[in-house]
């Protein structure tokens, strides 16, 4: 299944498959990505990240893809599972005279059929 | 190793009171952040305290105001509450040091319901 951030801000799958989540950021001066998942009454948890300097990196069933010409950002998840159902955010941060911004998109949410 | 802890998890408050909410950061963080997030929407930045100083604002009234004590520990505090604050309001930590590609940590949050 595939998801398209904020023109599809939900996405269904069946247990097993593969998950798309994708997000478009904002600056193009943004140099660090990272990818949380927000389960129900938590908060956001780190999923992974990745540089600008890298256009792909895996993690244990999760790859995050990085775009920067055409400034999108996807994560996918391999085998789905139920307990990936869950809110996925991008986060954008880029550095500014005050530290580093952080910006949050509107999230994806994940919802795993078994 | 505890990570970021936040308190009260709920509490519900009249328009017009104030509240104080709070948050330790996780162990050997310096840096505590603190976001708002509505339903359904992502978090939303409202300052970064750092060194018990705020470092950085966003787009918030001064009715939102904090404090980072010198264990690291942090406040926010918010004054005249209107309905539209109600919220899921969360706490995030990271290493000042480390904040090219430092990763903010989470907590639970404090879930404030104001009628």
Redesign the interface.
């Known amino acids: 299944g595939e998801s398209v951030g904020l023109h599809l801000p939900t996405l269904s799958v069946q247990e097993g498959d593969n998950s798309i989540i994708n997000c478009a950021y904002s600056n193009s001066a943004s140099d ?1 990505f ?1 990818w ?1 998942k927000q389960e129900s ?6 999923i992974i ?1 990745i ?1 600008s300097n890298m256009d792909k990196r895996q993690g244990q069933r999760v790859t995050v893809l990085l775009n920067k010409t055409v400034k999108h950002l996807s994560l996918q998840i391999a085998a789905t599972q139920p307990g990936d159902s869950a809110v996925y ?1 991008c ?1 954008e ?1 880029w ?2 005279n ?10 994806t949410s994940l919802t795993v059929i078994p | 190793d505890a990570g ?1 802890t936040q308190s009260p998890t709920h509490l519900i408050k009249t328009r017009g009171q104030q509240v104080t909410l709070r948050c330790s950061p996780k162990s050997g963080h310096d840096t505590v ?1 603190w ?1 708002q997030q509505a339903l ?6 409202i300052f ?1 305290y750092y060194e018990e100083e705020e ?2 604002r966003g787009n918030f009234p001064d009715r939102f105001s904090g404090h980072q004590f010198p264990n690291y520990s942090s406040e926010l505090n918010v004054n005249a509450l209107l309905l539209g604050d109600s919220a899921l309001y ?1 706490c ?1 930590s990271s290493q ?1 040091q480390g ?11 404090t879930r404030l319901t104001v009628t």
């Open positions: 660090y990272i949380y009454g938590k908060g956001p948890q780190f990240d540089r955010f986060a941060i550095d500014s005050t530290g580093n911004q952080f910006y949050f998109g509107t999230g | 970021v952040s976001y359904g929407q992502g978090p939303q930045f970064q470092r950085q969360l995030a000042f904040q090219e590609g430092s990763p903010l940590h989470f907590g639970n949050g």
